[in-house]
């Protein structure tokens, strides 16, 4: 049973104060870096997920119930539902008709600096990390 989320419930989780206690690790998955962290919510008993990738682009989200996208930030080539082409970096919000196909062009996240990227992805969803961060820069491709 798929369960609903309203626009209401995805923006207050958005806009709550979150914490990241856990240690950051970015693992080498193949040709990719991958990451993922539980994150609480203060003031709620919901819980999400971080989740973040890396290749030859690098992207980060941040889900609800595992699938409902709160907010996801990436620097590829996007079409929005109504045609809107977006090219380079932008955010994705989560409405309930379209789900989390919708975006917005953005420039408050670097492009250029992955740990830069993901300390300004969690500033800008409001996460304060409390745990330990291993920099990607430091990993070797496997």
Known sequence: MVSKVSK???DELYYAPK???EDWHWRVDGPNHTGEGRVRVLGHDANLVLRAWKRRRYGFCLL??????VRRWDDAIHTNPDGERIEGSHKHYWEPEHEDNYAYPVDDITTDDV????????DECNIEHRGAYTAQKELTDA
């Open 8 to 10: 209401d419930e995805i």
């Open 19 to 21: 914490v990241m206690e």
């Open 115 to 122: 740990d830069q990227a993901f300390q300004d992805f969690l």
């Open 64 to 69: 609800y119930k595992s699938s409902k996208i």
